[in-house]
């Protein structure tokens, strides 16, 4: 069966501050994908970026940057000089069939200025 | 080019009453997705279409609840009767399943349901 592990429950840094989020995933599938979703205060969820279990390769967006490493099954997410506009609770997915999303429990960032 | 759009926003109701959740997904898209999220349980798949014919329901919490997707356009999550336990935001997603941004499912604003 899937499953999502995001261990922290809860963030705090200061602004300026590298953060790394940490997801760890099980699944039996070897064709999967892997996602990870903000929801800030407001309430909406927002789609960061998904990757396919076949592309390893680390993505950089601006100040967001992504590691998925298959030997220890984990997908995390750094975000380099934090903002307080980054405060928000990010979501690592895993869709064994592309469609279907099973979500883990979510890390509360909180950056303060 | 309009996201997922979801009504009401908000809805408030009495217990034992039927509340219809209405979802537009985003035009092109060929699946779509209804989640429920509470402190309690996290984010929850409740059913998902793919080209309008359910293909997952098995998060459907029980026979109270039930979706309808009769066009490409248009979705709709019915609950009666509703319960106090129902309240929670319900979100409904919508992606593509073929093409280069095949299985990003981008989510509405969410409908808050209190039922009192």
């Known amino acids: 069966a899937q499953k999502v592990t995001q261990a922290q429950t809860e963030i705090s840094v200061v602004e300026k501050e590298d953060v790394t989020l940490d997801c760890v995933y099980e699944?039996?599938?070897?064709?999967?994908?892997l996602f990870w979703y903000k929801q800030p205060p407001s309430g909406e969820l927002v789609f960061l970026i998904r990757?396919?279990?076949?592309?390893?390769q680390n993505e950089i967006s601006g100040r967001y940057s992504w590691n998925f490493q298959k030997s220890t099954s984990s997908f995390n997410f750094t975000i380099t000089a934090s903002q307080v506009v980054d405060s928000a609770v990010y979501f690592c997915?895993?869709?064994?069939?592309?469609?279907?999303?099973?979500f883990g429990a979510g890390t509360i960032l909180r950056v303060k200025s | 080019d309009a996201g997922v759009i979801q009504s009401p926003r908000h809805e408030v109701t009495e217990m034992g009453q039927e509340v219809t959740l209405r979802c537009k997904p985003i035009?092109?898209?060929?699946?779509l997705f209804w989640y429920r999220q509470t402190m309690m349980r996290g984010l929850e798949l409740l059913i998902y279409?793919?080209?309008?014919?359910?293909?997952?329901d098995s998060g459907m919490p029980e026979d109270r609840f039930s979706a309808k997707m009769p066009n490409a356009s248009f979705s709709t999550l019915k609950i009666q009767p509703s319960e106090p336990r129902d309240s929670a935001v319900y979100f409904c997603?919508?992606?593509?399943?073929?093409?280069?941004?095949?299985?990003?499912?981008?989510f509405g604003p969410g409908t808050r349901l209190t039922v009192t």
């Open positions: 997603a919508s992606s593509a399943l073929y093409g280069l941004h095949a299985y990003e499912q981008y």
């Open positions: 699944t039996r599938d070897t064709t999967y994908y």
């Open positions: 990757r396919n279990s076949f592309d390893e």
């Open positions: 997915a895993l869709a064994e069939y592309g469609n279907k999303l099973v």
């Open positions: 035009s092109g898209h060929n699946s």
């Open positions: 279409f793919n080209n309008n014919v359910p293909i997952d």
